[in-house]
């Protein structure tokens, strides 16, 4: 069973929705497979109305780290479990690169899980000649004092990879997720779900699956065409 990430970021508009999953949902097949629309949080309740399929699920893209208080324009775990989202994905780059660390990060998967949702931890190196030593201290603090994960998907996503034009270094990738497999072995969370995340697109996702040992992919761009992305699910399938 894969996993298939869609990650909407700042984009959309309820005229656009509506046409997307009118487009998406005539196209796509899953049988087995799950698919996760990470949305921004204004069109959660609608698209939860409009989305149908048991196997398609709609998370946030953030939440907050704290359980509720003076926190203005922030939106915690009880809201989107209150209003029944599944999850959220946590530590994207894109705002990791605005001050959220891993030990934010921990707090968020945390308060997630205690309020029965998902989370899509965000990890991946800037800098490739100290990538071993950074994933490993992203994984160490990120995973720090949890004990049950069942809850939660991994999606390596190298910072130098995502948003960009040219061909990906699949090498470089693999070599990443064996690093990343063997960390999270010797942390004990072995079970643990890995998704591959970078400019996925309807082109490559036959390359990247035959070559990677992941469970799944996470698609920025090329998820907000829903011909391309139905056939990036419709291929994973
Ligand atoms: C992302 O930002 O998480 C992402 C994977 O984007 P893209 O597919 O556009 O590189």
Redesign the pocket.
């Known amino acids: 069973m894969k996993i298939i990430v869609a990650?909407w970021?700042m984009n959309g508009t309820v005229d656009y929705i509506n046409d997307y999953f009118d487009k998406f949902l005539s196209n796509v097949k899953i049988v087995d497979s799950e698919v996760i629309f990470a949305v921004p949080y204004v069109f959660l309740e609608h698209i939860k109305k409009i989305v149908k399929n048991q196997n398609i699920k709609i998370f946030a893209q953030n939440c907050s780290h704290e359980e509720n208080g003076a926190f203005t324009g922030e939106i915690s775990a009880s809201m989107l479990s209150s209003m029944g989202i599944d999850g959220s994905i946590v530590g994207?780059c894109?705002r990791r690169k605005y001050g959220e660390n891993y030990e934010i990060i921990n707090k968020k998967i945390k308060i997630l899980t205690k309020h029965n949702l998902r989370s899509i931890i965000c990890i991946g190196e800037d800098d490739k000649e100290h990538k071993e030593e950074i994933l490993e201290e992203q994984l160490e603090k990120c995973l720090y004092g949890i004990e049950n994960y069942k809850n939660m998907i991994l999606a390596y996503?190298p910072v130098w990879?995502?948003?960009?034009n040219h061909n990906l270094d699949l090498e470089e990738i693999d070599n990443s997720i064996a690093i990343i497999r063997g960390i999270v072995e010797k942390l004990k969370f072995e079970e643990l779900k890995i998704l591959y995340?970078?400019?996925?697109n309807k082109n490559n996702v036959r390359e990247i699956s035959a070559k990677l040992n992941i469970n799944g992919v996470?698609?920025?761009?090329?998820s907000l065409d829903p011909m391309n992305f139905s056939q990036i699910v419709n291929f994973l399938e």
């Open positions: 990650n970021k994207h894109e996503e990879s995502i948003g960009k995340g970078g400019s996925v996470l698609v920025g761009r090329d």
